[in-house]
């Protein structure tokens, strides 16, 4: 539970407790000297106290008139003195609670905490050696009690600022070593994800300067690495092309005559021989095989390398490819949307576009058991997105790029771009993202 919680809260909890075990400490401290100084603040009033009921008792015992010596010592006595006299019927004197407990600004748990301790005091007046009252002390503890809680409210006080100072700089130095760690954790964020660009911002302590420092460095050394591997890639899928280039000429050049030649001598029999029987049927499959050669070798050519793209431009292309498929599988219905502009697009992108398109739509026709789907091509600024949609069963879970989806793979990462599948509401997506500019 701990390590879930962030820097600043494992900071700043240490400080709250610190701050809360001062006021219970405070507390405590209180609660056991306040009543004890208390007791011995009072304790020579409480001597003088008696000390006087002494003095007046010998004074009374050597009076003429005791009474009339006593009304006058009770009338020297002020009512705001803490020494009064009590007769011996007057109603008892109240507690030092009672005393203060109307004390204003002071609340009463604080009254309660302190544990304000019995100071009274009562020494017997006598008379003919008959007790007919007391002199008591009766202190006003009020100001006593103000004063431990102005003593208590600084305390906590300058625990309180000083506890928000300690934050304050906490946070500030949080914040100095978070926001390097932070940026330090952005940038390998975006390394993982491919971009090496964004350099990571070198700052905060030794330690982590140098951690950024290495950090950008291993970006410096990706972005070397991925470029390299982009331009093999891209390589290959040049050498590819022109091995495709190749095969696609011999076939066309060599194969393509010869197939002509036995279609023609084939015609040229059935002509001659229109009535020879098994032999006029033989020559007939005959010629239906060498029709078939001829598809199946336009069909390779066409896969091996579509003529259309430098004759016709990439939006016509795909037009016509769309259209082939439309003729291959007529209980399919495709839909697109292509931007015309693709016309102005050439050389690997172009058959790179072709390619993504080609491949996709032959999954769709062989493997998804499709009623429907929808082919979507557009150019956005300086990005050309690539949609492929169906509705059919989808890709196994186990196998998400087959040999010819991971060759597209390939030719769309050598030229910087993006290939994903996805599985949305029960249609299946063939996502592409290609850079414009840069593979231009």
Known sequence: ????????????????????????LAGVLLQIFASGQLADENEPARRSTRTIAAALNNTLSAADNP????????????????????????????????????????????????????TDTAAPVLIDGRRIGDIV????????????????????SLVAVLTVLTGIIAYVFAGSALRPLQHLGEGLTRMRRGDYTKPIPVGGPPEIRQSCA???????????????NRDLMHRLVSL????????????HDELGPLLFSIRAGTIALIDAAPQAGNFSNSAEELLQSVEALQQTNRRILDRLRPLYIEELGLSTS???????????????????????????IDGPLA?????????????????????????????????????????????????????GLTGMHERVRALSGSLSLLRVDERTYVRCRLPVTESA
């Open 1 to 24: 539970m701990w390590q879930r919680l962030s820097f600043r809260t494992q900071l700043f909890v240490p400080l709250g407790a610190s701050f809360l075990a001062a006021l219970i």
């Open 137 to 156: 002390f009766l202190p006003d503890l009020s100001a006593d009690v103000f004063e431990k809680w102005i003593g208590f409210l600084a305390l906590t």
């Open 214 to 228: 290495e950090a950008n460095a291993l970006a410096a050394t990706l972005a070397q690495l991925s470029q390299d």
């Open 240 to 251: 590819q092309d022109d091995e495709r280039r190749d095969l696609a000429r011999e076939l």
């Open 318 to 344: 795909v037009q016509t490819l769309l259209q082939s498929y439309r003729k291959q599988a007529p209980h399919i219905v495709l839909t697109d949307t292509i931007d015309p502009d693709l016309n102005v």
């Open 67 to 118: 009474r009339k010596t006593l009304d006058a010592f009770i009338q020297s006595l002020t009512t705001s003195s803490d020494i009064q006299f009590r007769s011996a019927e007057g109603a008892p004197a109240p507690s030092p609670q009672d005393r203060i407990h109307n004390l204003k600004g002071v609340p009463q748990w604080f009254i309660n905490l302190i544990m304000v301790p019995d």
């Open 351 to 403: 058959r790179t576009v072709y390619r993504v398109v080609q491949e996709a739509l032959t999954n769709v026709l062989r493997h998804a058991g499709a009623h429907q789907a929808h082919v979507q091509v557009t150019v956005i600024g300086e990005t050309l997105d690539i949609e492929i949609s169906d509705d059919g069963a989808g890709f196994p879970a186990d196998n998400v790029f087959g040999r």
